[in-house]
């Protein structure tokens, strides 16, 4: 089966929220999915019992919501939509599974966007200091780090006129700082900043389109320590953040790179560290087409669902086959990126390092539903080339490191990292 054949298949567990800047998801809930259209005929709520469901009695359903309706005491607070969308999301949820779920509108647009990688913003990655939300960093070509926008800033208030918001931080969570400043291309939102000892100031920012990139890569010269004394070796640092629409592109400019480097410094070059960290997977295609690129052949990852057992096999000649590799691991890196670590491991490619990864093992397919909500129904599990299943486990790494944030502070490379190129270089 050619990779184009293959299902638009996601192994995702979404632990970002790409927003107005980059901020966290609202928790570790975690989907995988395959999208599809799907166009109902009933487009609106009645109470007819449709006929494959004539044995159930949907009489006390109507009869709690007719009650909700006549007597609950805030009348302004019955929305009928939000009652309806809750009971689905209670339907799906009452099947004990995590990661069978339905998503309203805005949740369904949401997930899309950061699986794209694109979306309506002024660029700022959020976080708190102190309990007070900051400014982690502006991204570069944004209208947050054209204007002025500076690591350390705290937003002491948000103010959307169009959204009729005018919000102090005091209290805010990370979500709903995130949804007031994210919004469409062209809109304005005012931020007023702390910065030091200087009075607060306003930041006006109009929104663009923020493209967040999914692979980044640099080279370093191992040692780090200035030692002259050792043979200096080049090491790839290749980092992906997630598996989205655009990261199999991103992907091949970056391995051009590599591959350039590699030629150029010859027996000098020393490998590659695959960080993916955090990484909370994404399509299935991209996962194989990247795994692809450190084996000559053979099965990538297999999927067993209630009737089928589908094999997925290396989808490419691989470029990277002869390079030296170690990846990089955390309680973060789930579902596709698990995929590409664990075949990584099983088939003795590699060695891992850090610490257990997040265990997410199976497949779930999505629909798109009518008015954009989206159903994600959990349909078969992923078994590693070795037939390991590691759901709730998660892949154990080969060299384990906590990550130490005293010893990593103020550093360019955290002690994780530095042990993964030790790893590489050393073997």
């Not at 969308?85 to 949820?93: D, E, F, L, N, R």
Request: overall charge neutral; charged content about 30%.
């Amino acid at each position: 089966m050619t990779l184009q054949k293959l299902r638009k298949t996601i192994f995702y567990c979404s632990f970002l929220l790409l927003a107005g800047g980059v901020g966290y998801w609202f928790g570790q809930r975690e989907i995988a999915v395959k999208w599809q259209s799907f166009k109902p005929e009933v487009l609106i709520v009645n109470k007819a019992v449709p006929p494959e469901n004539k044995d159930l009695n949907f009489n006390l359903f109507w009869e709690v919501w007719n009650k909700l309706e006549k007597e609950y005491l805030d009348e302004g607070s019955i929305d009928k939509q939000k009652m309806f969308y809750g009971a689905i999301s209670g339907m799906t949820s009452a099947l004990g599974d995590p990661y069978t779920v339905f998503l309203p509108p805005k949740k369904q647009e949401e997930s899309r966007e950061e699986l794209a990688g694109e979306f309506g913003g002024v660029g700022i990655q959020l976080g708190f200091k102190d309990e007070r939300l900051v400014v982690i960093a502006p991204l570069d070509d944004t209208p947050a780090k054209l204007a002025g926008i500076e690591a350390g800033d705290f937003i002491l208030k948000i103010k959307d006129e169009k959204k009729g918001i005018d919000r102090v931080t005091d209290g805010i969570t990370l979500p709903e700082a995130v949804e007031i400043i994210r919004g469409p291309k062209g809109d304005q939102v005012i931020l007023t900043i702390e910065r030091g000892k200087q009075k607060p100031f306003e930041v006006s920012l109009k929104r663009d389109t923020i493209l967040v990139k999914s692979v980044e890569v640099e080279f370093v010269d191992w040692p780090l320590d200035g030692d002259n004394s050792a043979e200096k070796k080049t090491i790839a640092i290749i980092r992906i953040s997630r598996f989205g629409d655009r990261t199999v592109s991103e992907w091949n400019k970056a391995l051009d790179k590599i591959i350039k480097t590699a030629n150029d410094k010859k027996d000098n070059f020393g490998g590659l560290v695959l960080d993916v960290r955090n990484n909370p997977g994404g399509y299935l295609e991209a996962a194989i087409a990247i795994s692809s690129e450190f084996f000559r052949d053979g099965v990538v990852v297999e999927q067993k669902g209630k009737q089928i057992s589908q094999p997925y096999k290396v989808a490419k000649k691989g470029r990277l086959v002869d390079i030296p590799i170690t990846v990089l691991i955390n309680k973060g890196s789930a579902s596709a990126s698990e995929i590409v670590s664990g075949a990584i491991q099983a088939r003795g490619r590699g060695k891992l390092v850090g610490v257990n990864s997040f265990g997410k093992g199976t497949v779930q397919d999505a629909m798109e539903l009518s008015g954009g909500a989206g159903l994600h129904i959990t349909t078969a599990r992923w078994l590693l080339p070795n037939g390991n299943w590691i759901n709730d486990e998660g892949l154990k790494p080969d060299v384990e490191v906590d990550y130490d944030q005293e010893a990593s502070k103020d550093q360019k490379w955290d002690n994780q990292m530095k042990k993964a190129m030790e790893v590489l270089v050393k073997g």
